[in-house]
């Protein structure tokens, strides 16, 4: 009896021998969001670590009193010794598989240490490429502690789910790692990432809450940081992208300017082609877009919008180029066009990856349209 009792402890012994190593996971923390600084020659860290518990797997914390985030902060002479630091007044080890967004401050990009940070951080077996990347030259901490309005669940938050809301406005693609990758790999070694800004016009019948929200973009390269491009100065920038499904266009009915309607363009092609004379090129560009309009007021003309839709998409566009190379950024990426089409003639015209660009680089630029009214005409349903 006795030798039957120890084969049977031997064999449940072996059975749980493999659960010895496993982590609880009320034993770990989450980090979720990282900013990352620079000041004072050192860097500086910012980690959001989320409360699942709080979350669960509805979209609203099961109590709106509970805290959903915290946010630590540590700084060292590198990313490394920083996180080391932060280590340090930790109680429970770090996990890092759910991270979900980094943002780096200006001046982090400006000091030209980005990389530093980026050649670890996909060497580490637990992060992703698909990790979500912005900047902003709003302070980290404040970033990185604003909640959902309604006090959705963080993890639903413009930064860490930005392609929900990109459905809806599409002014500003999102970026992740891979592309950040892949793009500061090709001609022109140029990458526009994502402007974080804070804003307080929302408000509860308590208080004013501030959320945030993308207003342009940082254009970076492998070596540092070239400019930011924001506001009515990159609208411009989703006519050139075949990805936009929704963005705003506000074009005037009349020649006295008091007559506006604003649309939704959603891009259906792109085609940008390099023409190659001598030692210089240029580039026409075709677009076929789609434009639905919102509420109006009067009969208009289908022709009317086209014509009006048509010169404002290519001011748009050209106002961004231009701002672009006030930065000395090729905001278009219209050297690749070149390098895809033409390797010969990139690789006989380009320096540092680049071809040289002016205001005249963009020769023509051709916009077909389809207007959708939302209605059978293009008459107004109420008529005084």
């Known amino acids: 009896m006795n030798k039957k009792i120890l084969i049977v402890l031997i064999m449940l012994i072996t059975l749980i021998s493999g659960c010895w190593d496993t982590k609880e996971p009320e034993r770990m923390l989450y980090i979720y969001g990282v900013g990352v600084g620079y000041k004072d020659g050192k860097i500086e860290i910012y980690t959001q670590i989320i409360d699942f518990a709080n979350i669960a797997k509805s979209e609203q914390p099961p109590n709106p009193n509970n805290i959903q985030a915290e946010v630590g902060h540590s700084s060292g002479k590198t990313e490394q010794e920083a996180f080391y630091n932060l280590y340090k007044s930790m109680d429970e080890e770090l996990y890092w598989g759910h991270l979900a967004y980094i943002v780096f401050s200006e001046d982090l990009l400006k000091s030209g240490k980005m990389d530093s940070f980026i050649n670890p951080f996909i060497r580490f077996l637990n992060t992703r490429y698909l990790t979500w990347v912005y900047s902003t030259n709003e302070p980290l901490k404040e970033v990185m502690l604003v909640t959902p309005i309604l006090n959705k669940a963080i993890s639903l938050s ?63 390269t492998p070596k540092g940081f070239k400019g930011n491009i924001s506001g009515d100065k990159a609208k411009g920038l989703p006519w050139m992208d075949k990805k936009t499904k929704r963005a705003e266009l506000s074009i005037m009915l009349d020649s006295e300017g008091k007559r506006y309607i604003t649309g939704n363009g959603k891009v259906d092609a792109v085609k940008v082609t390099p023409i190659v004379k001598n030692n210089s090129v240029s580039f026409d560009v075709n677009i076929k877009m789609e434009v639905e309009l919102g509420g109006f007021q009067g009969s208009i003309k289908e022709k009317t919008v086209k014509k009006e839709v048509e010169k404002e998409v290519k001011k748009e566009i050209r106002d961004t180029f231009k701002e672009g190379l006030s930065i000395d950024a090729d905001v278009y990426n219209l050297s690749e066009y070149l390098y895809r089409k033409d390797p010969k003639a990139w690789k006989k015209l380009q320096k540092n990856g680049k071809v040289e660009l002016n205001e005249n680089s963009i020769r023509n630029i051709k916009v077909d349209i389809l207007v959708n009214s939302g209605r059978k005409n293009f008459k107004e349903t109420l008529r005084r």
Do not use: C
């Open 158 to 220: 413009k930064l860490s789910d930005p392609l929900n809301s990109f459905r809806q406005d599409s002014t500003i693609e999102p970026l992740n790692v891979r592309q950040l990758i892949l793009k500061l790999d090709e001609p022109s070694y140029e990458v526009a990432i994502p402007s974080v800004s804070l804003l307080h016009n929302w408000e509860t019948e308590k208080e004013k809450n501030m959320i945030t929200t993308l207003n342009g973009v940082s254009v970076v």
